[in-house]
């Protein structure tokens, strides 16, 4: 008979209703409410998911996380930052506060005064999702704590459920952490392998019986130290009690295939990938007591699973292994929403074809019944299935047509080289030397967000609503012309998300009202729907834009969110390959950027935050990647004269290997985040010579401080070292969306000061 389980689960509640908790909680610390109510609302959310959960055989406890699971990890593996641990005795901390303040860098006790840097957070492979980075040195030493996890086995049980507790391996919990190279981790590791045994022997205690235990690293190409790291790792840990479910998702083994079919343990996950190619393969050399765990439902994607598809092929495993064939999403459902039937406006054929975590599970069920008891048993369910599969027909002849003809190169190609351009330019829009702008968008305050919510509600008319950003608009133009910023910008009032935004004027595109997805701590994205051919009906930001250009002779730039981030950050149909979809959309922003040009907007950026986002964990199979995507965004920016200046932003702190695709991007100016990484961004410029403008950001702006102009100046000059001045211009890392308009006036006015003072020494 074949078992179904899951890897994890989504925490924040089908309402976000962890979010809420924690944001009332940081904010109101102090209370003991607050906390009761947090740990109140944590506890419904991990009951509801044991719910929800309650058909599979063996349900994953230990997922669910306040914060991070990596962070609890840390926690678990007594592995805390000094400092945390510091202020954490220096102020008598409980362990909820000790916890976040590793996780944000403070409490909710405001006045207590206890702060310290917040933990590192970074990409969990190539998803949106952020972990806290573990710090470790050559002197770490750990020490078992495992009372959370302890806590929820007791609670899964206490409702009957066949737990299984979820570990992040020692292997990858090592290879993820920063603060010591390869060679001193793996010096860790004898250290840390006695820890996981005890853990082991307290789940053994707790009459536990499976242990999944996640090495997505083996998703990643690994040299030959981390490779003999798992085996001996496995090797220790093969001598306690407790059957290990070795999992890995998000990529195929690859080339670890063979170490993983060697592990000494009792199962393997094996996600379906793009083919059924190594679940085959590992089903072959699997050991006669060994568990074969496959991944058959997208556990990253949207899309209803092709049940009967998946039968064919599971149906010879089944007879092959009996019991010992598992099914599961292929990795845990925390990347995907809660509850498609949540959704109240999602047109009726596009739902039908939709499935989020519940679906999943349902669909697992589906599947389980259909090889245990014959597929008789579900011929209505897989009739259902079949009925509803399929893309619509594409949604219009245009979109047909672009897809079908082959793109001329001459569309990927400015109509001059960079060098050309920037004479061109200078003399067009006549900038000083360290041009100063901004990157978009200017304070959401709450009265905004409520005047964009009563126009989505039709609580007020269109008319009443564009008045209303237009005033806005006109306030952050004079704000900036105060200020003496050279490049303007409208400031994105109308915009609740650059790519939902997008996602609402584009066809062929859905956006969801309750579909959110965790991206860190008690931040959620709620990613819109790519569902068929994408184009765009008519101009969606010109408006804004010639508005604000008539308020002032400054140049206003035109702001756009790039082809790659789109994708990136949506739920992308399955049944076209991701650059033809990507084309799709940069065909539409290209008509855009073409049309702010027709409406004489002399500057346009177009924001490619995401771009690296879904680089793939493979590295042969980066290049082809970044091939398309660059040529995506040459698509969507190449189509205008040589006066009109392109920009383009990107905001994360690694992009030193893929440099010279950023320069084949040919952008007038890329502004880029360097103030928040300490400027160690620029070191790539000692060995590449960028060749086009740059904007190194010169203050970050994910902080409220306030920044002081020699600061900004030292950061100047600091970039001025590196590249030459006049390819330099001055701007914030990122947008200033979740600031207050005070802090953004001082510190904006200290760039303006900085750039100033930079000039004359020029
Ligand atoms: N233009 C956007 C803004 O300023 C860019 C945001 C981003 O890079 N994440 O908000
Ligand atoms: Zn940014």
Redesign the pocket.
């Known amino acids: 008979m074949a078992k179904i389980h899951n890897l994890g689960f989504p925490r924040i509640g089908a309402n976000r209703e962890l979010k809420f908790a924690l944001e009332h909680y940081w904010q109101h610390g102090d209370s003991e409410t607050s906390q009761r109510h947090l740990h109140a609302t944590a506890r419904e959310i991990r009951q509801g998911n044991l719910e929800i959960q309650s058909a599979l055989d063996w349900v994953p406890v230990g997922d669910f996380s306040l914060y991070d699971h990596v962070l609890d990890t840390s926690f678990m593996l007594g592995n805390i930052p000094t400092s945390v641990e510091k202020v954490a005795s220096e102020y008598a901390l409980t362990a909820l506060d000790a916890y976040f303040l590793a996780a944000r860098g403070q409490t909710a006790h405001a006045e207590c005064g206890c702060q310290t840097q917040a933990g590192e957070m970074t990409k969990w492979f190539d998803t949106n999702y952020h972990y806290i980075v573990p710090q470790v040195d050559a002197d770490t030493s750990f020490a078992l704590n495992p009372s959370r996890i302890n806590r929820d086995i007791n609670e899964a049980r206490s409702v009957g459920a066949e737990v299984k507790p979820v570990i992040l391996g020692p292997v990858t919990y090592l290879y993820l952490a920063k603060g010591a190279d390869d060679t001193t981790k793996l010096t860790l590791l004898p250290k840390l392998l006695p820890i996981y045994a005890q853990l082991l022997a307290n789940f053994y205690r707790h009459g536990v019986e499976w242990v999944q235990v996640d090495e997505p690293v083996l998703a990643l190409d690994l040299n030959r130290e981390w490779q003999t790291a798992l085996q001996y790792a496995y090797d220790y840990l093969s001598t306690s009690n407790i059957k290990l479910l070795l999992t890995s998702y998000f990529s195929d083994y690859g080339a670890n295939l063979s170490i993983v079919s060697a592990l000494p343990v009792a199962g393997i996950h094996v996600p379906v990938i793009d083919s059924w190619h190594e679940v085959n393969a590992i089903a072959s050399t699997l050991k006669a007591s060994q568990v074969l765990s496959v991944g058959v439902i997208d556990g990253r994607n949207i899309w209803k699973a092709r049940l009967n598809q998946c039968l064919e092929q599971l149906i010879p495993l089944h007879q092959q292994l009996g019991d010992r064939l598992w099914l599961a999403p292929s990795c845990s459902l925390l990347h995907v929403p809660i509850d498609v039937e949540l959704e109240t406006h999602i047109p009726s054929g596009l739902k039908d074809r939709l499935s989020f975590a519940k679906q999943k599970l349902q669909e697992l069920v589906y599947l389980k019944n259909a090889l245990n008891e014959g597929r008789d048993s579900i011929s209505t369910e897989l009739g259902q299935n079949s009925a509803s599969q399929g893309y619509e027909k594409a949604q219009s002849n245009h979109a047909t047509q672009l897809r079908d003809s082959s793109l001329h190169s001459s569309l990927f190609k400015r109509q001059s080289t960079f060098s050309q351009r920037k004479l061109t330019q200078a003399s067009a829009l006549s900038l000083p030397l360290f041009p100063t702008t901004t990157?978009?968008?200017y304070p959401q305050t709450s009265d905004i967000r409520l005047t964009r919510a009563k126009f989505k509600r039709n609580e007020i008319s269109e008319h009443e609503y564009i008045l209303r950003m237009q005033d806005e608009i006109a306030h952050v133009i004079d704000v900036q012309e105060q200020l003496g910023l050279d490049v303007l910008v409208h400031g994105?009032p109308e915009r609740n998300d650059?790519v939902e935004y997008f996602g609402e004027h584009l066809e062929g595109i859905a956006v969801s009202q309750f579909a959110w997805v965790q991206s860190y701590g008690s931040r959620c994205v709620k990613p819109p729907i790519i569902y068929a051919d994408v184009h765009r009906p008519k101009p969606i930001t010109v408006a804004w834009s010639q508005y604000a250009q008539s308020l002032t002779a400054k140049p206003v730039k035109g702001?756009l969110t790039g082809p790659v981030t789109i994708l990136n950050w949506s739920f992308v149909r399955d049944d076209l390959p991701r650059n033809k979809v990507c084309e799709q959309i940069a065909l539409a922003i290209r008509e855009e950027v073409n049309d702010l040009e027709a409406a004489n907007i002399r500057i346009i950026?177009i924001?490619e935050?995401a771009l690296r986002e879904r680089l793939p964990l493979k590295k042969h199979e980066q290049r082809y990647y970044m091939q398309w995507a660059v040529d995506c965004f040459l698509l969507a920016s190449s189509g205008v004269k040589d006066e009109t200046q392109i920009h383009t932003?990107m905001?994360y702190s690694s992009f030193g290997e893929i440099m010279e695709d950023v320069a084949r991007m040919d952008a007038d100016v890329i502004t880029i985040e360097t103030a928040r990484s300490n400027m160690t961004l620029l070191d790539v410029f000692d060995t590449y010579a960028y060749p086009n403008d740059i904007g190194p950001g010169v203050y970050d702006i994910h902080s409220p401080n306030k920044v002081e102009t020699h600061d900004m100046l030292d950061r100047l000059n600091h970039a001025c070292s590196r590249i030459p001045a006049d390819q330099l211009w001055v701007n914030p890392d990122?947008?200033?969306?979740t600031r207050g308009w005070d802090e953004v006036k001082v510190n904006l006015r200290h760039m303006v000061a900085a750039a100033k003072k930079a000039r004359v020494v020029a």
């Open positions: 990157i978009g968008s994105e650059m702001m950026q924001d935050a932003h905001c990122c947008g200033l969306k």
